[in-house]
Nanobody, 122 residues
Framework: QVQLVESGGGLVQAGGSLRLSCTAS????????MGWFRQAPGKDRQFVAV????????IYEDSVKGRFNISRDNANNMIYLQMNSLKPEDTALYYC???????????????WGQGTQVTVSS
């Protein structure tokens, strides 16, 4: 079992930056793939980014490429999502997820956090 807790969300103006953190407990994340998803009101959960356990592989959703960066600190069981050049359309509840499969599909992730809200004002 893996428990995940996100933090770092908040209100930011368009063009600003935020760094989301996800703290894992219950097992080491050094052998598990980690990802970020988001869900805006009235919309389906959307893939944002995934990083392999080794950090050698990453996938980003097209709209965040070049603006967001996923990273991890296996020693401290944490992953991060650095978000730059934020846009109002990035406003959503952001979730951290962990799974055995390296994929962008939400259904493949076994463990989920409760989410942290990101609001970008225009």
């Amino acid at each position: 079992q893996v428990q995940l807790v996100e933090s770092g969300g908040g209100l930011v103006q368009a063009g600003g930056s935020l760094r989301l953190s996800c703290t894992a407990s219950g097992r080491t994340i050094s052998t598990i793939h980690m990802g970020w998803f988001r869900q805006a009101p009235g919309k389906d959960r959307q893939f944002v980014a995934v990083g392999s356990w080794s950090s050698r592989l990453t996938i980003y959703e097209d709209s965040v490429k070049g603006r967001f960066n996923i990273s991890r600190d296996n020693a401290n069981n944490m992953i991060y999502l650095q978000m730059n050049s934020l846009k109002p359309e990035d406003t959503a509840l952001y979730y951290c997820a962990a799974g055995e499969m390296f994929t962008h599909r939400a259904s493949a992730f076994e463990y989920w956090g409760q989410g942290t809200q990101v609001t970008v004002s225009s």
